[in-house]
């Protein structure tokens, strides 16, 4: 080949060489502006963190990632919605479950998340988080396929053993699932954003839950009149509960798996002691072990109250619940926006002191046996309770997070998952043992003598303290003692209480001002 010849094609390869590397950067920066528009609209500024993520992500992945996220948390929070709470307690009492089974299947899920330990072990031994969290849920939703069918399948002596059963693998292999898919998530979502899009996620998913629990609570009144059984709309609701939970897995699916550095696979004694020798994430496991024992002693127990106590239908029930979840829905913004600009343990502490007043106020609807009185209580602390709570269940879960290394999250998240399923675990099982000895004839005489000795001077029913309304109490004072344990927690850009509420009263305002001025356009 002749000189000029090699001479031209140096230029030439050259050339190429600033064409890619130009049209490389034009690509990203397409990506960027992508990524940017098309979240324009949720409030989140993405703008801050794309130059922090790309070595473990691209842009485009965490845009199809994070939307994919959104439709699995709308899907997984229907099923929730339509197959727990309220529903499966009225299931279960149709197929004959006492106080003590209630409390028993409140605690299967904590109880399960021992199964955290060997958890560990897949997880850092995996060559994909993504296969083996995708497997594992998918084959946990198909439990409530077979929930569906234990009326008609199994004899009436042995449902509530099938329930409990079909519960526990559900449970089970849920845990596993999600002792890869907290750590998938750490190191997926960016920091800097992480309080504004899992409040976006989870005021959507709850959106969607609530709409779908108020049709279900609806189609079960409507249910009675048309079928022979009130076992048949149960077992549908299920069945959908299940197809809602296996779409969920499809959009699961669709998120990519982060770059991370990999790290040696630990020996499972050194994995389960790292978390407890950092002060900080000890300390907040300390935290968030007695706020879920306080929250599980009683939380069970708030439909069982209003079925049998309050003489309530299901679809007032239904009702109820609904309104508390958009009143979470209604606030998550606000609070996903607080803890991003101050922290989580700010907002924590603002949030349980508002869920405790709203737990107190439940043995004040026994100052009145009036639907007149009980109901407009009712609908205050279902009110109080659902913006409270979203603050409550946001934040502790970004707390853990954000306190988690990255990287190396797996064993601080699972032993986090561990404590927190060990107390919840526990406290229904001991809330329903006191609800049964507090009702039970054994405190009689007991209840006699309140009646008659300290009643009649107080002119109160303090006898009617008793029972379930003691498990109120306790949550309050137990939840008291978190609040406290939370304040050792050190966490960066925490302020007092007082910074917060002002935040707070001032991102409302600008929400009702924005209502109304949305209301006069539409007018005009």
Request: net charge positive; hydrophobic share 50%.
């Amino acid at each position: 080949m002749k000189p000029y010849m090699v001479e031209r094609l140096r230029i030439w390869l050259h050339e190429l060489r600033i064409w890619l590397h130009e049209l490389r950067i034009h690509h990203h920066e397409i990506h960027k502006t992508f990524l940017h528009e098309s979240y324009k609209a949720t409030g989140i500024d993405y703008k801050v963190v794309l130059d922090k993520i790309g070595d473990r992500v691209k842009a485009s992945d965490l845009q199809v990632g994070l939307r994919a996220l959104l439709y699995e948390g709308c899907c997984s929070k229907v099923m929730d919605s339509i197959t727990s709470g309220a529903f499966l307690v009225a299931f279960a009492l149709l197929l004959g479950a006492s106080n003590t089974v209630v409390g028993l299947l409140a605690a299967l899920s904590p109880l399960t998340q021992f199964l955290q330990i060997p958890a560990i072990y897949l997880v850092e031994r995996t060559a994909s988080r993504k296969a083996l969290v995708v497997l594992s849920t998918f084959l946990s939703r198909i439990s409530w396929l077979a929930v569906a069918v234990i009326p008609w399948l199994v004899a009436p002596e042995q449902r509530i053993p099938a329930l409990i059963i079909c519960l526990f693998f559900y449970f089970s292999l849920g845990t596993i699932s999600s002792c890869g898919f907290n750590p998938w998530l750490r190191d997926f979502v960016p920091e800097e954003i992480m309080g504004s899009f899992f409040g976006k996620r989870m005021a959507i998913s709850t959106a969607a839950g609530a709409a779908m629990a108020l049709l279900a609570g609806v189609g079960l009144e409507v249910g009675k009149w048309y079928v022979p059984s009130q076992l048949v709309p149960y077992s549908l609701l299920f069945l959908t509960g299940g197809i809602f939970g296996l779409a969920a897995v499809y959009f699961l699916s669709q998120v990519p798996e982060a770059r991370v550095a990999k790290h040696r696979p630990q020996d499972m004694s050194e994995a389960l002691g790292q978390p407890f020798r950092d002060l900080n994430f000890r300390r907040i496991l300390i935290f968030l072990g007695i706020l879920f024992f306080a929250i599980n002693l009683s939380g069970p127990f708030y439909a069982v109250y209003m079925l049998k106590q309050l003489n309530l239908s299901m679809a007032l029930l239904i009702g109820l619940g609904v309104f508390s979840q958009l009143m979470g829905v209604m606030s998550f913004r606000i609070w996903g926006s607080t803890a991003d600009n101050f922290s989580n343990k700010s907002v924590l502490i603002v949030s349980g002191y508002m869920y405790i007043i709203g737990v107190l106020l439940w043995p004040v609807l026994l100052l009145s046996e009036s639907n007149f009185f009980v109901i407009p209580l009712l609908v205050v602390v279902h009110a109080l309770t659902g913006i409270s709570a979203a603050g409550v269940n946001l934040c502790t879960a970004n707390l853990a997070l954000k306190a988690a290394p990255r990287g190396k999250a797996t064993a601080f998240l699972a032993t986090n998952t561990i404590v927190d399923g060990a107390a919840a675990a526990v406290s229904p099982i001991i809330g329903g043992i006191i609800a049964n000895k507090l009702t039970g004839p054994e405190l009689l005489i007991m209840r006699n003598w309140l009646s008659t000795e300290i009643g009649s001077f107080l002119a109160f029913p303090i006898s009617s303290l008793l029972g379930l309304h003691s498990l109120f109490f306790l949550t309050a004072i137990i939840g008291l003692y978190a609040i406290h344990r939370l304040r050792a927690v050190h966490e960066k850009g925490e302020v007092e209480g007082h910074v917060i509420v002002a935040h707070l009263l001032t991102e409302a305002g600008k929400a009702v001002r924005h209502i109304f001025s949305a209301a006069r356009l539409r007018r005009l």
